[in-house]
C-alpha cells in the first residue's frame, strides 16, 4: 500500500532530494454516509462473546462501561509528520456508524434469550446485567442451522428444518430480510460467533458458486453450517467476518460470489488470549534475531467454547490455527539457523470449573549469542469473551465503512483480529500485529485521502 513517492529523481538530483516518511494516496475513497441503523447479524448469539458483546454496548450506551480495546472508539490515528502533533480519534476521521445505531439479531442452537444466556456464561457479573436486563431481554435467538456432526459437543433444540442445505439457506435470507425490513435498518453486517467446527479441506464443492450452489441442492457433506451462512449473508449484500477457525467464507466459491455481489470478507478466528501474545513477542524475538528450540503452549477452559473443543475433530481446527501464526512470523526459509527447527506444542483442556477465565501457560525456549540458550515463562489469566467482544465491534463497524468505501471481496487491512487471516490468491498472511495495525491504519488514511505514513523519517534531519 505505501510507496515510493511519484517524483523520483535519478541520481544527478538525488544530493537535492528530501526523502519523506509520507507519500501521498492517489486519491481520497467517495464514502457514503452512514444513515439509519445498522442490523448485527449474529450466528451464536447466544454465546459468551455474542452476549458479552451486546451487554457491553447496551452497557456503553447506558453510561455505566466503557469500550476499553475498541480501536473505532478509542483508537487515534497520527496524520502528517511527528511534529505536526495531529492524532484524531478514528471515529472522527472516518464516517462509522455510532454504537447507539446498532440493532443487534441472531441464531443459536439454544432459546435463551440474551440476558438469560448472558447470566449462564458467567462472564459479565450480575449487577452489571441487571442494569441493562430489559434491552438483553429483548433480543432472542432465531432458530439456527445447525447439523451435530460438525460440533459434536453440544446438542440444542432450537434448529431449523428442512429437505435441502439449499432450503435451509433460503430461510436464513428470508430471516435477514425480514429483520432488515421489520426493524426499517439500512444497513447490515454479519460476524460468525457461533462454535468451532471440525476441522475440513477445500474440496471440489467449494472450487465455484455453481458448484457451491449446486452442493447446496444436494446436501452436499461438505457444506458445513458456517458456509451456509456466510452464503446468505453475501446473497443478502451483508458484509461477513468469520470468529472462528472453521473453513466458512474463505473458499474460492464465496469468494467470487462476495466479489460479484460487492460484499466484503474476512476471517478467520478472533485473535485472542495466547495467540494474542504469541503475535505480540514473536515478532520481538524476531526483529532482534533470536533463536527459538521450542515454543509449548497450554491452555485450561470451562466455557461451551472449551466443551466445543474437548472434541478431537473441533480441536483439530483451532489448532491448525494458532500452529500457523510461528511459521509465518519466523520465516524460516529466510533464517534456516534460527528458526528451521523448532518445536511448536499447543494444547487446550477443558476444566469446568475455569468457566470463562481462561489460564494460558507458555514456554518459549530461545537461544542466542553463540547459541547460549534462554528461556521465557508466560503465565496470561485471560478471558477470551472480554478481549473478542471489542474486536466484533470493530469488525461490525469496519466492515460497513469498507462496503459503504466500495470495498469488496477479501478485507487484508483487517487482518489485525485474526488468528489466520484471509489473503488473496498468491500471498501469504501477515502475522505480526504491529505491521498489521500499519496496514489497517494506513488503510483508513487512504480512506480519508490523507498521506500514508512509511516511518522513514529521514527529513526531520535534513
Not at 90 to 117: Q, T
Amino acid at each position: 500500500m505505501v510507496s515510493e513517492k511519484p517524483d523520483a529523481v535519478n541520481s544527478s538530483q538525488r544530493g537535492n532530494t528530501r526523502l519523506s516518511m509520507t507519500t501521498k494516496p492517489k486519491k481520497k475513497k467517495n464514502i457514503i454516509a452512514p444513515k439509519g441503523k445498522l442490523g448485527v447479524l449474529l450466528p451464536g448469539i447466544g454465546g459468551a462473546v455474542s452476549t458479552t458483546f451486546i451487554a457491553g454496548v447496551e452497557a456503553i450506551k447506558a453510561g455505566i462501561g466503557k469500550p476499553i480495546g475498541s480501536m473505532t472508539q478509542l483508537g487515534s490515528i497520527r496524520l502528517g509528520k511527528r511534529t505536526d502533533k495531529t492524532s484524531p480519534l478514528i471515529k472522527d476521521l472516518i464516517p462509522l456508524y455510532d454504537i447507539n445505531d446498532l440493532v443487534f439479531y441472531g441464531w443459536d442452537i439454544f432459546s435463551d434469550n440474551c440476558y438469560d444466556a448472558a447470566l449462564n456464561a458467567g462472564v459479565l457479573k450480575s449487577e452489571l446485567l441487571e442494569q441493562i436486563k430489559e434491552p438483553l431481554k429483548s433480543v432472542s435467538p432465531q432458530s439456527a442451522v445447525f447439523e451435530r456432526k460438525f460440533v459434536k459437543n453440544l446438542n440444542g433444540k432450537n434448529i431449523k428444518r428442512a429437505k435441502t442445505k439449499m432450503d435451509l439457506a433460503n430461510q436464513l435470507i428470508k430471516d435477514i430480510d425480514n429483520f432488515k425490513k421489520d426493524n426499517n435498518l439500512a444497513r447490515l453486517v454479519m460476524v460468525w460467533c457461533g462454535s468451532t467446527e471440525v476441522y475440513l479441506e477445500k474440496s471440489d464443492v467449494h472450487k465455484s458458486i455453481r458448484k457451491f450452489e449446486k452442493g447446496l441442492k444436494e446436501n452436499n457433506p461438505a457444506i458445513a453450517p458456517s458456509m451456509i451462512y456466510a452464503y446468505a449473508a453475501i446473497k443478502t449484500g451483508t458484509p461477513y467476518a468469520n470468529g472462528a477457525p472453521n473453513l466458512s467464507v474463505d473458499i474460492p466459491a464465496l469468494e467470487e460470489l462476495a466479489k460479484k455481489n460487492s460484499v466484503p470478507i474476512c476471517g478467520k478466528d478472533f485473535k485472542t488470549g495466547q495467540t494474542l501474545m504469541k503475535t505480540i513477542l514473536a515478532p520481538g524475538l524476531k526483529s532482534r534475531l533470536l533463536g527459538l528450540n521450542g515454543w509449548f503452549s497450554t491452555n485450561i477452559l470451562g466455557n461451551r467454547d472449551g466443551e466445543v473443543l474437548d472434541d478431537p475433530y473441533s480441536f483439530k481446527t483451532k489448532e491448525a490455527s494458532k500452529l500457523s501464526v510461528l511459521e509465518y512470523i519466523f520465516q524460516p526459509d529466510l533464517y534456516p539457523e534460527l528458526y528451521s527447527n523448532y518445536y511448536h506444542k499447543v494444547r487446550i483442556n477443558y476444566y469446568p470449573p475455569r468457566g470463562d477465565e481462561k489460564e494460558a501457560w507458555d514456554n518459549i525456549d530461545i537461544f542466542g549469542w553463540l547459541g547460549y540458550k534462554m528461556q521465557i515463562k508466560i503465565n496470561f489469566l485471560c478471558r477470551d469473551s472480554i478481549l473478542a467482544a471489542p474486536i466484533v465491534l470493530d469488525l461490525v463497524l469496519f466492515l460497513d465503512l469498507a462496503q459503504r468505501a466500495g470495498m469488496s471481496g477479501i478485507q487484508e487491512w483487517l487482518s489485525f483480529y485474526f488468528k489466520s487471516p484471509m489473503v488473496g490468491d498468491q500471498l501469504y498472511p501477515e502475522h505480526d500485529v504491529f505491521i498489521q495495525q500499519m496496514k489497517l491504519k494506513n488503510t483508513l488514511r487512504y480512506m480519508a485521502g490523507e498521506e500514508l505514513i512509511t516511518h522513514l523519517g529521514l527529513d526531520y534531519y535534513d
